[in-house]
């Protein structure tokens, strides 16, 4: 498959280009590096980013932003962030993007575990991670058998917790999380939101 990977320059995006490489030809593109770059808060960029690659077999997005921060902090540019890059970033990846994907190929977004299991200081987050999600299902509805779209949801990464001086017994490897993306590449799921912990 040739496979559009956008975030292979993050921790999660260079396991799952890693990954995925070895069986596929994997583009990888970051927002400042990578064979190309885009800025998926912008649809101009997605638009110039797949007119250059041309069609491709399935999209794989392991980026997105979105802030961090007490809900009684949090200004509504914060959460406009994570609206504009985390939320549309993606849903614009297959709203421009889907003609360029081969007919019943795949699109893979990245929403996250806070999502369904928050915890103080992850409003903003949860909030751009729960619409994904809804979409996810929504969107395949329509789409059918036409393109196959799922969410992927990672917990914390034990790379990034150690980083932050975090206890990460009760996270999951980068190499780990990338196996989720493989699977839901591999498999026949669509509309579905894919809890890593269960391909553990």
Request: glycine share 10%.
């Amino acid at each position: 498959m040739k496979i559009l990977l956008i975030g292979a320059t993050g921790l999660i995006g260079k396991h799952v280009y890693t990954l995925l490489n070895q069986e596929h030809e994997v583009i990888p593109v970051g927002h400042q590096s990578g064979t190309y770059q885009v800025d998926i808060a912008d649809p101009s960029s997605i638009h110039a980013l797949f007119e250059k690659v041309g069609k491709v077999d399935a999209v794989i997005s392991t980026a997105g932003l979105a802030a961090f921060g007490a809900l009684a902090d949090l200004t509504d540019e914060q959460f406009q962030l994570g609206l504009t890059n985390k939320l549309m970033g993606q849903i614009n990846l297959l709203r421009i993007g889907e003609k360029f994907i081969s007919s019943g190929g795949v699109m893979l977004f990245t929403s996250g575990v806070l999502a369904t299991d928050p915890i103080p200081g992850s409003a903003a987050i949860a909030t751009a991670n729960g619409a994904l999600n809804a979409f996810v299902k929504a969107a395949a509805l329509e789409l059918g058998n036409t393109l196959r779209i799922n969410a992927v949801s990672p917990i914390f990464v034990k790379e990034t917790m150690e980083m932050m001086g975090m206890d990460s017994t009760s996270g999951l490897s980068a190499t780990d999380t990338a196996k989720t993306y493989q699977a839901a590449l591999q498999g026949s799921m669509s509309g579905d939101v894919i809890d890593v912990r269960d391909y553990v």
